[in-house]
């Protein structure tokens, strides 16, 4: 679930861009100069960009968080892995989008020794 919050924001980012959609057809309409639709189709780019960036960071962070507390409850505390989910869970706060993915394979990983271990002994 999107927190109420950002889903008002991203609706609203959309709702800019459609406007400037529209502006560019308009100006499409009108014959303006190709560079004010250029720059307008820049300024929609940016601008859908942003509003994406958001909505991954927010899901993507979420779907991490969740799998590193269901690591720790997964851990018994000599599982092999604590330092890694410890380390993991320590610079959560600090990652960047293009980082989280990777550290959600990193944490699926590390769940499956878990279970793996789990089962074993």
Same mark, same amino acid.
């Given at each position: 679930?999107?927190?109420?919050?950002?889903? #008002?924001?991203?609706?609203s980012d959309l709702k800019t861009?459609?406007?400037?959609? /529209?502006?560019?057809?308009?100006?499409?309409?009108?014959e303006s100069a190709p560079e !004010?639709?250029?720059? !307008?189709?820049?300024?929609?780019? $940016? %601008?859908?960009?942003?509003?994406?960036?958001?909505? +991954?960071?927010?899901?993507? #962070?979420? %779907?991490?968080? *969740?799998?590193?507390?269901? %690591?720790?409850?997964?851990?018994?505390?000599?599982?092999?892995?604590?330092? $890694? *989910? /410890?380390? *993991? #869970?320590? /610079?959560?706060?600090?990652?960047?989008?293009?980082? +989280?993915?990777?550290?959600?394979?990193? *944490?699926a990983e590390i769940q499956q #020794?878990?279970? $793996?271990?789990?089962?074993?002994?």
């Amino acid at each position: 679930m999107i927190p109420k919050d950002l889903t #008002r924001d991203i609706i609203s980012d959309l709702k800019t861009i459609k406007g400037q959609i /529209e502006g560019v057809i308009k100006m499409l309409g009108n014959e303006s100069a190709p560079e !004010q639709i250029v720059n !307008q189709f820049k300024a929609i780019d $940016k %601008a859908f960009q942003k509003t994406q960036f958001l909505l +991954l960071d927010e899901v993507y #962070r979420k %779907a991490l968080a *969740i799998s590193i507390v269901d %690591a720790v409850r997964a851990c018994p505390g000599n599982c092999g892995n604590e330092d $890694k *989910i /410890e380390y *993991i #869970r320590q /610079e959560f706060p600090k990652l960047k989008l293009n980082e +989280l993915s990777s550290k959600l394979q990193e *944490i699926a990983e590390i769940q499956q #020794r878990i279970e $793996k271990y789990n089962k074993e002994g």
